[in-house]
């Protein structure tokens, strides 16, 4: 059980946590509350799934799920910023709206109801190559996966450089740490977080693409099951860093994944299937910057 | 700021209005203060000798799983085709199922199909406040004076299973994927694990929980670990998780075949589910429904086998898919010995 497969496992599981939590993220360090990430993420991947059934392509499925995306942050925004409303309250309630909504759109749209599976739904592809694949350890992580997956990573990284090392990063992180100091020293407080709020959503409603159509192709009701919520969850637990983001999210995959595996030992199944939530709750209880005030301190000694 | 307020207002009520709409759509009658009103109401029409024939169905599980809600719903359709019934099925989410009921009650519905274990708790309180009400809790160990139990053996059906997926499979390995390790779910898995066990000592049968039964995701993943350690034949019980199965074994080829569950699933992949562990939720609700409209309904917990027709491993169409007349035949003789008695499959799991 112990083969390399179970890194591209892990990969495929942290994708859609770790790219839905980076866009969070935007939105966390710039002093945006956003929940809506799992209704978000829920839409974004009806609305592709929707699009591939129609056109046939998932090019243009990709866009869809983004595009929604970018929607439901719209609406959010115009909520919470521009009507004033308790980001809590309304991100609640968007969750339990889109879950609701999705549901109703298939009915009305398909006459279906709960589940969307057709010959003519077209997936992301799926990157497989003899030369990728023959590579050891590289090529169990990466080949047959989508390009979702590359995309995701290179974006988790591509925001820790984007936060602290340009200028629009510092505005949001400025944003997020003092409104009112941003604001005195001319920094368009409201437009970084309009700004934030759409990346967000874009990443979320890729998200829910890469759930609905990267690994799959089909689409069933709620079938996000609280991903989004562990994603908000790993951006708290990740204190906003891409970095640790990462970590976070590729250990609850690589949880996942074993978890997975580890039932084939004919273990007693509730444990092993308590295993990706225990890993975290014990993870939280490492606590980074003690670990690295410790490192510190060693070193001074 | 007056301007912002008005926005603010009338953005949260819509946003609300909207998401009590979207979550109980069906659900949304009103309840609570009318209830007396409604009571009284209910006694007046029966007091007049007009007896309307209402029934609900309220599932937790939603419609669309090509699986048990749907057979149960077409079930009711039927029903109410045939006995003149008018119905009304709600999908509330967990931690509404009481007030569903109640809203059901209060409107005057007078048999209830309460579908799945996870209704239990609800219909226990609530059963008792509605003595006027029948109520039909699919799958659970209620006994009350107004509510019939109606539970399957499905460890009969799975056993059969168990027996033809040991015999077709070439590389000797089979397994189930299960939604939870709940009643039903276990006596699935028992009775497929022995069914395997009996048609081959040799066999390797193991069975997976999938944790959930609305996560396709996990379904495929787990579905692909089974295939990559060999397993050919897979059993699923797990609901909408099932359809993530389904993309995995299609997408495997020719060579590994799925086992429907609850329904016919021949037609879903076609060439690759050989046959499939069925019970009958149509014909229960049917004949449930029958039983009430004649006055024949009766309390109690009763369990349906292959006996009474209700479970069996039915097998495919032969243009769908053929599978080998010496399968069908041995299938055919233990289903006579389960009947008969003299194999009764297990409906517990050793050690578990």
Same mark, same amino acid.
């Given at each position: 059980?112990? &083969?390399?497969?179970?890194?591209?496992?892990?990969?495929?599981?942290?994708?859609?946590?770790?790219?839905?939590?980076?866009?969070?993220?935007?939105?966390?360090?710039?002093?945006?509350?956003?929940?809506?990430?799992e209704?978000?993420?829920?839409?974004?991947?009806?609305?592709?799934?929707?699009?591939?059934?129609?056109?046939?392509?998932?090019?243009l499925?990709?866009?869809?799920?983004?595009?929604?995306?970018?929607?439901?942050?719209?609406?959010?925004?115009?909520?919470?910023?521009?009507?004033?409303?308790?980001?809590?309250v309304?991100?609640?309630?968007?969750?339990?709206?889109?879950?609701g909504?999705?549901?109703?759109?298939?009915?009305q749209?398909?006459h279906?109801?709960?589940?969307?599976?057709?010959?003519?739904? $077209?997936?992301?592809?799926?990157?497989?190559?003899?030369?990728?694949g023959?590579?050891?350890?590289?090529?169990?992580?990466?080949?047959?996966?989508?390009?979702?997956? *590359?995309?995701?990573?290179?974006?988790?990284?591509?925001?820790?450089?984007?936060? *602290?090392? !340009?200028?629009?990063?510092?505005?949001?992180?400025?944003?997020?740490?003092?409104?009112?100091?941003?604001?005195?020293?001319?920094?368009?407080?409201?437009?970084?977080?309009?700004?934030?709020?759409?990346?967000g959503?874009?990443?979320?409603?890729?998200?829910?693409?890469?759930?609905?159509?990267?690994?799959?192709?089909?689409?069933?009701?709620?079938?996000?099951?609280?991903?989004?919520?562990?994603?908000?969850?790993?951006?708290?637990?990740?204190? @906003?860093?891409?970095?640790?983001?990462?970590?976070?999210?590729?250990?609850?995959?690589? $949880?996942?994944?074993?978890?997975?595996?580890?039932?084939?030992?004919?273990?007693?199944?509730e444990?092993?299937?308590?295993?990706?939530?225990?890993?975290?709750?014990?993870?939280?209880?490492?606590?980074?910057?003690?670990?690295?005030?410790?490192?510190?301190?060693?070193?001074?000694? | 700021?007056?301007?912002?307020?008005?926005?603010?207002?009338?953005?949260l009520?819509?946003?609300?209005a909207?998401?009590?709409?979207?979550?109980?759509?069906?659900?949304?009658?009103?309840?609570?203060?009318?209830?007396?009103?409604?009571?009284?109401?209910?006694?007046?029409?029966?007091?007049?000798?007009?007896?309307?024939?209402?029934?609900?169905?309220?599932?937790?599980?939603?419609? @669309?799983?090509?699986?048990?809600?749907?057979?149960?719903?077409? @079930?009711?359709?039927?029903? $109410?085709?045939?006995?003149?019934?008018?119905?009304?099925?709600?999908?509330?989410?967990?931690?509404? *199922?009481?007030?569903?009921?109640?809203?059901?009650?209060?409107?005057?519905?007078?048999?209830?199909?309460?579908?799945?274990?996870?209704?239990?708790?609800?219909?226990?309180?609530?059963?008792? =406040?509605?003595?006027?009400?029948?109520?039909?809790?699919?799958?659970?160990?209620?006994?009350?004076?107004?509510?019939?139990?109606?539970? *399957?053996?499905?460890?009969?059906?799975?056993?059969?299973?168990?027996?033809?997926?040991?015999?077709?499979?070439?590389?000797?390995?089979? $397994?189930?994927?299960?939604?939870?390790?709940?009643? &039903?779910?276990?006596?699935?898995?028992?009775?497929?694990?022995?069914?395997?066990?009996?048609?081959?000592?040799?066999?390797?049968?193991?069975?997976?929980?999938?944790?959930?039964?609305? &996560?396709?995701?996990?379904?495929?993943?787990?579905?692909?670990?089974l295939?990559?350690?060999?397993? &050919?034949?897979?059993?699923?019980?797990?609901?909408?998780?099932?359809?993530?199965?389904?993309?995995?074994?299609?997408?495997r080829? =020719?060579?590994?075949?799925?086992?429907?569950?609850?329904?016919?699933?021949?037609?879903?992949?076609?060439?690759?589910?050989?046959?499939?562990?069925?019970?009958?939720?149509?014909?229960?609700?049917?004949?449930?429904?029958?039983?009430?409209?004649?006055?024949?309904? =009766?309390?109690?917990?009763?369990?349906?086998?292959?006996?009474?027709?209700?479970?069996?491993?039915?097998?495919?169409?032969?243009?769908?898919?053929?599978?080998?007349?010496?399968?069908?035949?041995?299938?055919?003789?233990?289903?006579?010995?389960?009947?008969?008695? !003299?194999?009764?499959?297990?409906?517990?799991?050793?050690?578990e």
């Amino acid at each position: 059980m112990l &083969d390399f497969g179970i890194l591209g496992v892990t990969m495929r599981m942290a994708t859609p946590i770790l790219l839905a939590g980076t866009g969070t993220l935007y939105n966390d360090r710039a002093g945006v509350t956003n929940i809506t990430l799992e209704g978000s993420m829920l839409l974004g991947g009806f609305f592709a799934v929707a699009c591939s059934f129609f056109t046939g392509s998932w090019g243009l499925a990709v866009l869809a799920g983004i595009a929604t995306g970018v929607a439901v942050s719209l609406v959010f925004y115009f909520l919470t910023s521009v009507c004033g409303g308790d980001e809590l309250v309304v991100g609640f309630s968007m969750n339990i709206l889109l879950d609701g909504l999705s549901i109703f759109l298939l009915k009305q749209i398909f006459h279906q109801s709960g589940s969307l599976v057709d010959e003519r739904i $077209a997936g992301v592809p799926q990157i497989s190559s003899g030369m990728l694949g023959r590579i050891p350890i590289l090529g169990d992580l990466l080949d047959g996966q989508t390009w979702i997956v *590359y995309f995701t990573f290179a974006f988790a990284l591509l925001t820790w450089v984007v936060l *602290y090392r !340009t200028p629009f990063g510092l505005k949001v992180l400025a944003c997020g740490e003092n409104p009112q100091a941003a604001a005195t020293v001319g920094v368009g407080v409201l437009k970084i977080r309009f700004l934030c709020n759409l990346i967000g959503g874009a990443a979320c409603g890729l998200a829910g693409v890469q759930i609905s159509l990267g690994f799959l192709s089909l689409f069933t009701q709620g079938m996000t099951v609280g991903r989004g919520f562990i994603a908000l969850g790993a951006v708290v637990f990740s204190k @906003g860093n891409p970095l640790r983001l990462i970590a976070v999210t590729l250990f609850f995959g690589f $949880a996942e994944a074993m978890s997975n595996r580890v039932q084939l030992m004919q273990l007693p199944s509730e444990l092993v299937l308590m295993l990706p939530y225990l890993a975290v709750v014990i993870l939280t209880f490492v606590r980074f910057d003690r670990l690295r005030k410790r490192t510190q301190k060693q070193e001074a000694c | 700021m007056r301007k912002t307020k008005k926005w603010l207002a009338s953005g949260l009520v819509f946003v609300l209005a909207m998401a009590l709409f979207a979550g109980c759509g069906k659900a949304g009658e009103e309840q609570g203060g009318r209830q007396k009103e409604q009571q009284e109401g209910q006694k007046e029409e029966q007091d007049a000798g007009e007896k309307k024939l209402k029934a609900a169905m309220i599932t937790p599980q939603k419609l @669309g799983d090509d699986g048990p809600i749907d057979a149960c719903y077409a @079930g009711l359709l039927a029903g $109410a085709e045939e006995f003149g019934y008018e119905i009304k099925v709600l999908e509330p989410e967990a931690g509404e *199922y009481e007030d569903s009921i109640r809203s059901m009650c209060d409107d005057g519905y007078n048999l209830i199909f309460c579908i799945f274990s996870q209704m239990q708790d609800a219909v226990s309180r609530i059963a008792p =406040e509605y003595p006027d009400v029948m109520f039909v809790q699919v799958l659970g160990d209620l006994e009350m004076d107004n509510v019939k139990t109606i539970n *399957y053996k499905d460890q009969e059906a799975s056993f059969l299973c168990g027996i033809a997926a040991a015999k077709m499979s070439k590389t000797g390995k089979v $397994a189930v994927i299960a939604g939870a390790p709940v009643g &039903d779910n276990v006596r699935n898995i028992a009775g497929f694990e022995a069914g395997a066990r009996e048609a081959d000592p040799d066999i390797q049968v193991t069975h997976l929980y999938v944790g959930s039964f609305e &996560d396709p995701t996990k379904g495929k993943e787990l579905a692909n670990t089974l295939l990559d350690e060999g397993y &050919d034949m897979i059993l699923q019980v797990c609901a909408s998780s099932s359809m993530g199965i389904r993309e995995a074994i299609k997408e495997r080829g =020719e060579n590994v075949c799925m086992i429907g569950n609850c329904v016919d699933e021949s037609a879903a992949i076609p060439g690759q589910v050989p046959f499939s562990n069925f019970s009958d939720h149509k014909k229960t609700v049917y004949s449930t429904m029958k039983e009430f409209s004649e006055g024949k309904f =009766e309390a109690g917990v009763v369990n349906w086998g292959l006996e009474e027709g209700m479970t069996k491993c039915i097998f495919a169409e032969d243009d769908v898919m053929e599978v080998p007349q010496e399968i069908k035949d041995l299938v055919a003789e233990y289903e006579q010995k389960i009947i008969d008695g !003299t194999i009764v499959p297990p409906a517990e799991l050793e050690g578990e």
